[in-house]
């Protein structure tokens, strides 16, 4: 059985069913109680983390990280920055082709519904009228527009009113 | 031949340097436009033409995506060149490129756009067998290889070939061989006796024009000029000279 130097292997042929992609994040900047993941939720919406690793160069850090995915497979992926105790930071999400290379700069982003709902845990507030009550709901609703997905403005709609 | 050119040999101090910077200032002087990419992290040609001057950007930010090529590409008024500089952070790019897809032709990529603005883009490479040696295979047509008429630079030629043919093979690449530059030699006897061995083993060309071994050279390094320009009449310049003159027939 004969050995194959790696240095000759095509890095762009797939190994078995699957080829190397590559997702690349800049502009970032992590505390150091700060993780970064890359999310990705295939066809099945079965999401799968992967951590992203630092690769400092002269000029910038970039954080990257290599999934495999089956030929053509295509599957959406996010940015997650999380720290010890919460989530923290969620990115807009990002079509991710299998083979390719996809490197996006760091998103300014929103704070996670969870923070959201702690936030208003920790600082007590008076009781509101209900017109006060909804005027504090649009604000956060549109504040979260700017910045993030529709389906998402969605989800923290339904659970401002469910409180 | 074609429009990218690498100067390889596996062994170090076989003028791989002195030739790529004195055939790439001969041709500039014929009128061609000439790019020389340093690819050794040693950084020679970088010093041998510019001396001790730093550069913001080198060959290593083009490798790392962080620049394009065109914005590395310094002009040598001395040598009539444009030059993309190294530095010893090349030497660590292995690492950052090693998991990367494609990693084989990075520096093919990060030429593709500025190749065509020059007649020959010449490539010193390192003396070693790594990623690096690998990008600038995949990234030419031609390559030709300095040797010195001795033993180890010989066995050399075999690392050399050996690399062609797992490249053509790994990568689906074919290089061709342009010929074999005999340099520093100092028996002539010796040299005829190699080029024997040479062209009954293997099937390369051999370079008429032999460089012989010269201090002026050296000299000529220092000083930061092209052999045409310091000692144009030294047997050394003179034989790079005509040997840039049958490299471009």
């Known amino acids: ?163 | 031949m074609s429009n990218i050119v690498s100067f390889i040999n596996q062994k170090g101090g076989v003028a791989k340097t002195t030739t790529a910077i004195n055939v790439a200032a001969q041709w500039s002087q014929l009128g061609k436009k000439i790019l020389l990419i340093d690819l050794d992290p040693q950084a020679s040609a970088t010093r041998a033409i510019f001396g001790d001057n730093e550069f913001e950007n080198t060959i290593y930010d083009v490798l790392t995506s962080e620049i394009e090529a065109k914005e590395a590409v310094v002009h040598s008024e001395s040598f009539g060149i444009d030059v993309i500089p190294s530095e010893i952070m090349l030497s660590g790019i292995e690492i950052i490129l090693s998991s990367k897809f494609g990693r084989e032709s990075i520096l093919k990529r990060g030429l593709a756009e500025v190749k065509d603005n020059y007649d020959i883009v010449i490539i010193d490479c390192s003396p070693s067998l790594g990623l690096l040696t690998v990008n600038a295979l995949i990234a030419s047509k031609d390559i030709v290889i300095p040797v010195c008429p001795e033993y180890f630079s010989l066995k050399g030629i075999e690392l050399i070939l050996e690399t062609l043919k797992n490249i053509h093979t790994g990568l689906g690449h074919k290089i061709n061989v342009r010929g074999i530059i005999i340099s520093k030699y100092r028996n002539r006897r010796i040299v005829e006796q190699v080029i024997q061995d040479l062209r009954s083993n293997y099937s390369i060309p051999v370079f008429n024009n032999y460089i012989p071994d010269s201090i002026v050279v050296e000299e000529a390094h220092h000083k930061h000029l092209p052999m045409r320009k310091f000692s144009p009449k030294n047997p050394a310049g003179l034989a790079l000279a005509n040997l840039a003159m049958e490299m471009w027939a």
């Open chain 1, 1 to 163: 059985m004969s050995t194959i130097n790696p240095l000759f292997l095509d890095s762009t042929k797939p190994i078995g069913d699957k080829s190397i992609t590559n997702i690349e994040l800049t502009q970032i900047f992590l505390r150091n109680d700060e993780a970064l993941y890359l999310e990705v939720t295939n066809q099945m919406d079965i999401p799968q983390r992967f951590s992203m690793t630092p690769i400092v160069t002269k000029k910038s850090v970039k954080y990257h990280t290599t999934i495999l995915l089956k030929h053509q497979q295509q599957v959406k992926g996010r940015f997650i920055i999380e720290s010890s105790t919460e989530l923290l930071y969620v990115s807009k999400v990002y079509e991710i082709f299998s083979g390719n290379h996809l490197s996006e700069k760091w998103e300014p982003c929103f704070v996670s519904s969870e923070s959201i709902i702690k936030g208003e845990k920790k600082s007590p507030r008076k009781s509101q009228t209900t017109k006060e009550r909804k005027q504090t709901r649009e604000i956060k609703v549109n504040l979260s527009k700017s910045l993030c997905e529709p389906y998402f403005v969605e989800q923290i709609k339904n659970l401002l009113e469910d409180l």
